[in-house]
């Protein structure tokens, strides 16, 4: 019932977001762990809904999602990299110094939240320049002795690979 009124939340959000959206983002920052991961979802929705409706609240979302890609909670994260994700294939140059700096944090759980971001994202992706500097950054994190991170990159550059070969087959060897 929760999450079903999570996603309607989503749909009434797109119909009037400059009067729904910051509250949606407040409701993030401010609830517990249990309802989070609800209105969290709600942002989701938007995205796969209507994304565009969110492009002039880009930077407000980066700053709040980026806060959350460290949360102890993994339903949070999972959530977290499916949305940065999403957004990242949807605006591809506003969001791509925000993923690229999170990549290159140095923070285990916002390296790993990322990197699955980019898995989301990666055969959506179709600009030259983004696919060689994401790939770079992933070929560099699956060198990493953290487990999660060694997997989450691993993954994001085989969806990068597979979404992308024809783009990547002759920069890769």
Known sequence: MKFAASICMGNVTIGKSDFFLSRVFE???TSPEAQKYLFLNTIREIIIADSHCLQE????????????TTSESQQIRNIVAEILGRLLADFPEEMFDVVDGALKSGQNLQVATTARAVKFAGSKLKNMMTLKLLTDDLIILSQCP???VKKN???ALTSIIHGNWDLLKSELR
């Not at 609240?57 to 959350?68: F, G, K, M």
């Open 57 to 68: 609240y880009i930077l407000d979302l980066n700053e709040l999602l980026i806060s959350h």
């Open 153 to 155: 990159a691993l993954e």
């Open 27 to 29: 409701l993030v920052q």
């Open 146 to 148: 953290d487990v999660e």
